[in-house]
């Protein structure tokens, strides 16, 4: 089957670096603030800066390398799916538990539009970490497909399109791919705890209104705490996939450490 046509990674770079502004370099196993669920400071972006060199890149032999390169995007692939997944049970529990307090709060009281405000700031978080989900899903689908393809040494230096050949990806293309996957990935699981960070101050301040917090509140609460930790996790495995791809692709780029937010280069082990 014939990939689709798509830009380069430099736009999820975007995506990311924009969700993401106010946090500190850290890696994805950074200290989440509390039980829960802060939000982790991000991964630094520059995976995505790495792409250009990527694509312009000599790639090495084909052979057992090429073979373990497949399985490396193939793991990320499915790290970077089940990422997304948890974001979104996030984001659905996260709305579950607004819409348990909807008519708790409603009314024109300084607190109670105080208290919507706040919930509209988690709904307006929902709706972005939806997004961030949906690129996350695409990128995932996209590297599933072309880590199951036949690998060329041919690298594209232009770097514009993705798997440009009916029945086989470059290297360099896989890589492109790997890197996307693990941006958006990051950028689900960032965001789904941003949500759970706005969700927890959103229940501490019904507290403060001396509001009785239902429920089913707090049980969506903890089930989107535990899938957005799950989320942070999956993200984290498809940044070590993606890492462990350039090695055996051979390829110099950009890789990331998950635990410390820190950039490093790989070698390029192919001719």
Same mark, same amino acid.
């Given at each position: 089957?014939?990939?689709?046509?798509?830009?380069?990674?430099?736009?999820?770079?975007?995506?990311?670096?924009?969700?993401?502004?106010?946090?500190?370099?850290?890696?994805?196993?950074?200290?989440?603030?509390?039980?829960?669920?802060?939000?982790?400071?991000?991964?630094?972006?520059?995976?995505?800066?790495?792409?250009?060199?990527?694509?312009?890149?000599?790639?090495?032999?084909?052979?057992?390398? $090429? #073979? @373990? &390169?497949?399985? %490396?995007?193939?793991? +990320? !692939? *499915?790290?970077? =799916?089940?990422? /997304?997944?948890?974001?979104?049970?996030?984001?659905?529990?996260?709305?579950?538990?607004?819409?348990?307090?909807?008519?708790?709060?409603?009314?024109?009281?300084?607190?109670?539009?105080?208290?919507?405000?706040?919930?509209? $700031? #988690? @709904? &307006?978080?929902? %709706?972005?970490?939806? +997004? !961030? *989900?949906?690129? =996350?899903?695409? /990128?995932?689908?996209?590297?599933?497909?072309?880590?199951?393809?036949?690998?060329?040494?041919?690298?594209?230096?232009?770097?514009?399109?993705?798997?440009?050949?009916?029945?086989?990806?470059?290297?360099?293309?896989?890589? $492109?791919?790997?890197?996307?996957?693990?941006?958006?990935?990051?950028?689900?699981?960032?965001?789904?705890? /941003?949500?759970?960070?706005?969700?927890?101050?959103?229940?501490?301040?019904?507290?403060?209104?001396?509001?009785?917090?239902?429920?089913?509140?707090?049980?969506?609460?903890?089930?989107?705490?535990?899938?957005?930790?799950?989320?942070?996790?999956?993200?984290?495995?498809?940044?070590?996939?993606?890492?462990?791809?350039?090695?055996?692709?051979?390829?110099?780029?950009?890789?990331?450490?998950?635990?410390?937010?820190?950039?490093?280069?790989?070698?390029?082990?192919?001719?």
């Amino acid at each position: 089957m014939q990939l689709n046509k798509l830009s380069l990674a430099l736009a999820t770079s975007m995506l990311l670096t924009t969700s993401l502004h106010a946090q500190e370099a850290a890696g994805a196993n950074a200290a989440t603030g509390s039980a829960i669920g802060g939000v982790s400071t991000s991964v630094v972006v520059a995976v995505v800066a790495g792409v250009a060199v990527l694509a312009a890149a000599s790639s090495g032999s084909s052979g057992a390398a $090429a #073979v @373990t &390169a497949n399985e %490396s995007a193939g793991s +990320a !692939a *499915t790290t970077a =799916a089940a990422a /997304a997944t948890q974001s979104t049970t996030a984001a659905t529990q996260a709305t579950a538990a607004l819409t348990s307090v909807s008519t708790l709060i409603a009314g024109t009281t300084q607190t109670q539009i105080a208290l919507q405000t706040q919930s509209d $700031a #988690v @709904t &307006a978080a929902i %709706s972005t970490a939806t +997004a !961030a *989900t949906a690129a =996350a899903t695409l /990128a995932a689908s996209n590297l599933a497909t072309a880590s199951a393809a036949t690998l060329s040494g041919v690298v594209n230096s232009l770097g514009t399109t993705i798997c440009a050949a009916a029945t086989s990806c470059t290297k360099s293309e896989l890589a $492109a791919l790997s890197s996307t996957a693990a941006v958006t990935a990051k950028t689900a699981a960032e965001n789904a705890l /941003a949500v759970n960070t706005l969700l927890t101050e959103f229940r501490a301040a019904l507290v403060a209104a001396n509001i009785a917090v239902p429920t089913a509140f707090d049980t969506a609460l903890a089930a989107a705490q535990t899938a957005a930790l799950a989320s942070q996790t999956a993200a984290n495995s498809t940044i070590a996939n993606y890492n462990a791809t350039l090695v055996t692709l051979g390829i110099t780029g950009t890789t990331i450490d998950a635990s410390t937010g820190t950039t490093g280069t790989s070698g390029t082990t192919g001719t």
